[in-house]
């Protein structure tokens, strides 16, 4: 409800989101302030919050996709206890504008390598059903021989094929077969394969929609689009 200015560095980092984030450094002295061992979890590439972890969510719920984009762009692995808080914690993403939450997934784009990373753990954690209910059919969804992954898997693949930094390039990768599982027909002859006729329709009126949710601008629609 307000901002209240503190003066102990320590003080300060104990209200930040994760270990690693809460960090100082004092170039005059060149000492680093590092009372949460966020130093360690980094060489462990762990992800932990400073406390509780649902004390931390529950400050702020964009902190529950900052754990997504944070665990992809630095190769984090989520500390004991943290995918199931965040699993608790899903809900408050509904408190949170529109425009935040498209901001961590563009800054997921344009930093990770592999945004897969931060993407599994979105939809094991509830938050792609949460945000981008539109994805989740895709999991789980055969293809056919033409097709080495189901629909979820192919899509993280095709949006870790795109270079960090081609943010709308990832978005177009990862919302381009949205049309599978409603289009999704049983071959006549190749049991367990599927055929997929006008799903490319389907997945741009989808993305269509899904952009004007996020706020794109007109641009930027027709672009991902």
């Excluded at 997945?203 to 689009?225: G, K, L, M, N, P």
Aim: proline share 6%; with cysteine; charged share 30%.
């Amino acid at each position: 409800d307000q901002v209240e200015f503190l003066d102990s560095i320590e003080d300060d980092l104990k209200r930040r989101d994760f270990t690693v984030n809460a960090i100082a450094w004092d170039p005059l002295s060149g000492r680093y302030v590092d009372p949460f061992d966020g130093m360690a979890d980094l060489q462990t590439k762990t992800l932990r919050c400073v406390g509780k972890a649902k004390d931390r969510f529950s400050e702020d719920g964009l902190r529950l996709l900052r754990a997504m984009r944070f665990a992809a762009t630095h190769f984090l692995m989520p500390a004991p206890g943290l995918e199931a808080a965040i699993t608790a914690c899903a809900a408050r993403l509904d408190q949170i504008a529109i425009e935040r939450v498209e901001r961590e997934f563009s800054l997921l784009f344009e930093r990770a390598e592999r945004p897969s990373i931060g993407l599994n753990l979105a939809l094991r954690t509830g938050l792609i059903a949460q945000v981008l209910p539109e994805l989740t059919p895709l999991v789980g969804q055969a293809q056919n021989r033409f097709h080495a992954y189901d629909c979820w898997d192919h899509t993280l693949a095709c949006v870790d094929a795109v270079p960090p930094g081609h943010c709308d390039v990832r978005w177009a990768a990862l919302l381009h077969d949205l049309g599978k599982p409603a289009s999704a027909t049983p071959h006549p002859d190749r049991p367990g394969e599927y055929r997929f006729f006008g799903h490319e329709k389907i997945s741009v009126t989808q993305v269509d929609e899904i952009a004007r949710r996020f706020r794109f601008s007109s641009a930027r629609r027709e672009q991902v689009s």
